[in-house]
């Protein structure tokens, strides 16, 4: 691998995302960006990520590299070599998180050496349930039984992992078996994300079959309530403590990150940025934007108290008044207030945190202090 840029002491870390817009089929309600390839990504793909990571000029020192998608487990050794060599070069790292999500029909023996040698040291498995019948309605290509066969190969060879879940899908009842299994292979992390049935994907024309909204927290609840050893630490991510995913916490801290990639968003210097969003006019053209919005200091304000109050760690006044100069109850006290006597945030004399019921309405907080930022608009 290439020589690293140094750390500067004092320089904000950044989270540098990494989009594989590639999967082997489609699922049926999945409106991620991505497309279907046979065999790996093409290596005109990687190569106009190298030319992106070239032509980058934004802040270098970073805390974390992700992987993600489509389905980033499609890229060879050969190819992540590459991009990380790319990426090794361009930025400097103190003790990074180098996570890659990998769908579990994917994964081998063989592959997880791959990677550990090229030091990616977290993979989280889309294993989604681990009920066959839930697996066909999502359309996921794999079983329950290779989705066992890939978590017990990581867990093998891997102290950090996780599995995405997903709850909601038919048979309903499978959720719970799902989670206790999930529980007893003890991964350090889980995601898990209610079913939707997002407009313009397969699922949009069956969403009245949808759980209702009493369903919905009844199965919310449960992961919370049966995964044992991994405790909430965000509205949808479980983590044994120390186990937390180091790449999300920059978004839900609205901290800066640069993405790259087809459609990769990037939060740098108050901008958020997205890259071209077709496959023919990123690669025609790795850098250039599609979007690019300039965000006025009260929308940052807003975003990030929105974002942290995801965390069940909430947001620390003092962080607040670090970064902004000014004390978010003079800035946010009529909603905070709202919050609060609706029962959705809870605070100290240091911390804004949101309840239990605030993880789950937690959209209610954010379009409680959206309103602020329409008014200061
Ligand atoms: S859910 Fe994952 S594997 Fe399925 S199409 Fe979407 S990105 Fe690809």
């Not at 279907?36 to 190569?47: E, F, K, L, S, T």
């Not at 060599?85 to 990074?96: K, L, Q």
């Not at 040291?121 to 349930?129: A, D, E, N």
């Not at 206790?180 to 009245?208: C, I, K, M, N, W």
Request: glycine residues 8%; hydrophobic residues 40%; aromatic residues 10%.
């Amino acid at each position: 691998m290439l020589a690293s840029p140094q750390v500067e002491t004092d320089s904000p870390l950044i989270g540098v995302y990494l989009h594989v817009p590639y999967c082997r089929t489609i699922c049926p309600y999945c409106d991620f960006l991505r497309e279907p390839v046979v065999g790996a990504p093409p290596d005109a793909y990687v190569d106009a990520l190298l030319r992106e990571i070239d032509v980058y000029d934004g802040p270098v020192c970073a805390q974390s590299v992700f992987f993600g998608g489509g389905t980033p487990s499609l890229l060879t050794p050969r190819q992540l070599e590459r991009i990380l060599g790319a990426i090794f070069s361009r930025f400097a790292f103190e003790n990074p998180e180098i996570s890659l999500e990998a769908n579990a029909d994917d994964i081998t023996p063989e592959l997880l050496h791959a990677w550990q040698a090229l030091d990616i040291h977290r993979i989280s498995i889309g294993v989604q349930s681990f009920d066959d019948a839930a697996l066909r309605h999502l359309g996921r290509r794999h079983d329950a039984a290779t989705a066992r066969r890939a978590c017990a190969w990581v867990a093998e060879r891997f102290g950090n992992w996780s599995l995405d879940l997903i709850f909601g899908a038919r048979p309903v009842e499978a959720w719970r078996p799902t989670l206790e299994e999930a529980g007893r292979l003890a991964p350090p992390h889980v995601s898990a994300y209610g079913l939707t049935y997002e407009a313009g994907t397969p699922f949009e024309a069956q969403a009245d079959e949808a759980i209702d909204e009493d369903t919905y927290l009844e199965l919310y609840g449960l992961a919370e309530d049966v995964l044992g050893g991994c405790r909430r630490y965000e509205v949808s991510s479980y983590a044994v403590p120390g186990f937390e995913c180091r790449h999300n916490l920059v978004y839900w801290q609205n901290r800066e990150y640069a993405g790259f990639g087809t459609g990769a968003y990037s939060f740098l210097h108050g901008v958020r940025s997205r890259n071209m969003a077709t496959a023919e006019a990123y690669l025609a053209d790795p850098g250039a934007k599609g979007e690019v919005l300039r965000l006025s200091d009260a929308e940052i304000r807003v975003e990030t108290v929105i974002q942290h109050l995801r965390l069940r760690a909430g947001l620390p006044k003092d962080a607040y008044r670090r970064r902004f100069g000014a004390n978010v109850q003079a800035d946010f006290g009529r909603e905070l207030d709202a919050l609060a006597a609706r029962g959705l945030i809870e605070e100290d004399e240091e911390t804004l945190r949101p309840t239990r019921l605030g993880f789950e309405l937690n959209d209610e907080i954010g379009l409680e202090l959206v309103s602020v930022r329409r008014v200061s608009e």
